[in-house]
């Protein structure tokens, strides 16, 4: 039997409880498209208005709301066959103490998952200055490709930040893993 | 030469290409899915604007975005490009970069575009 006790024993109070308890703001499960993200725009704006952070740092957090929704958009994977067609792509905003989190899930086919996570580590390694080469690098170099990207989203997303990105790739099968990013934002910046 | 004028949406910029009144707007939010879409109307006007000859050849482009993704800086650097063309031809361009003023990321972003391009920014609050 399945356990979803919050569904049948009418516990959204409890789920409620939770989320206020972890700080999240929003989440948001399902399909990621242009006017969701209209609408996640609009949300996190009303939301942000009544917390005490700088225009500054609200506008880093739509900007990588922004990418972060468009990258799953574009380049999110699919399976039609269980388990992996049960993991849809997710999305999620909170804070805690003085940062913003974001963390997004969703499918990737395992064939990508070393040359992606090499990507990464690379941003990852990179110093600001090295984060600009390559920004300028991209934009000057790259032309967007047919689903309309042009590889710059996690680069910009490191360079608004200032922070390293956390992630893990979860095996689901043989064909697909489950990505997890997740990215914090200084409330103080 | 026609006019474009776009009405500016929750997800795309308000643009205003206009030879005879000397205006050139590019203003509000790019987060087009599609931004090679968006901007193509954009590019062919200045295709076309660079064969024309112009009464007053200044021409000011007033940049007054709050907020654009990856996808739209990459289509962005292209408008600056064909901008930095019509200087080629007598036409002398001037990018105007409105940023307000607590948002350092929009004067940054500005102040790479110039290191890209040759032309003329200026740089101004709103």
């Keep these: 039997m399945e356990n979803n006790e919050i569904l049948t ?14 700080n999240i ?15 996640i725009l609009g949300l996190t704006e009303k939301k942000m208005d009544n917390i005490e952070v700088s225009t500054n ?12 929704v468009q990258n799953i958009s574009k380049h999110s994977d699919e399976s039609k066959e269980p388990p992996a067609s049960k993991f849809t792509s997710i999305l999620m905003l909170g804070s805690v103490n003085d940062q913003f989190i974001i963390s997004t899930g969703n499918l990737i086919e395992n064939k990508k998952v070393e040359s992606f996570k090499s990507k990464i580590l690379m ?8 984060l600009k080469n390559l920004y300028k690098k991209i934009i000057v170099g790259h032309s967007l490709d047919e689903k309309g990207g042009i590889g710059l989203g996690l680069v910009h997303i490191a360079r608004k930040t200032g922070e390293k990105f956390e992630y893990r790739f979860d095996k689901i099968d043989e064909q697909y893993s489950y990505f997890t990013l997740k990215v914090n934002i200084s409330k103080i910046k | 030469m ?5 009405e500016g949406k929750e997800d795309t910029p308000k643009i205003i290409l206009n030879s005879q009144s000397n205006q050139y707007l590019i203003s509000g939010r790019s987060l087009p899915e599609d931004a090679t879409s968006f901007y193509s109307p954009v590019l062919k ?9 112009v009464a007053d050849p200044n021409v000011k482009f007033e940049v007054r975005l709050e907020y654009f993704n990856t996808a739209s800086s990459k289509l ?10 019509l200087s080629e031809n ?23 575009y110039s290191e890209l391009v040759d032309l003329k920014f200026e740089m101004k609050t709103y």
């Design chain 1, 123 to 130: 941003i990852n390694s990179l110093t600001s200055e090295g």
């Design chain 1, 25 to 39: 703001t929003l989440l948001y499960q399902g399909d990621f498209s242009q006017n969701l993200m209209k609408a």
């Design chain 1, 57 to 68: 740092v609200k506008k880093k957090v739509f900007n990588v709301l922004v990418e972060c």
């Design chain 2, 90 to 112: 007598g036409k002398k361009v001037t990018v105007q970069w409105y940023y307000s003023e607590d948002d350092e990321d929009m004067l940054e972003a500005g102040e790479e």
């Design chain 2, 2 to 6: 026609e006019p474009l004028f776009l």
């Design chain 2, 76 to 85: 962005l650097l292209d408008i600056f490009s064909k901008l930095e063309g």
């Design chain 1, 9 to 22: 024993k009418s516990m959204i109070y409890d789920l409620f409880k939770e989320m206020t308890k972890e």
């Design chain 2, 45 to 53: 006007w200045l295709d076309e604007f660079s064969t024309q000859t």
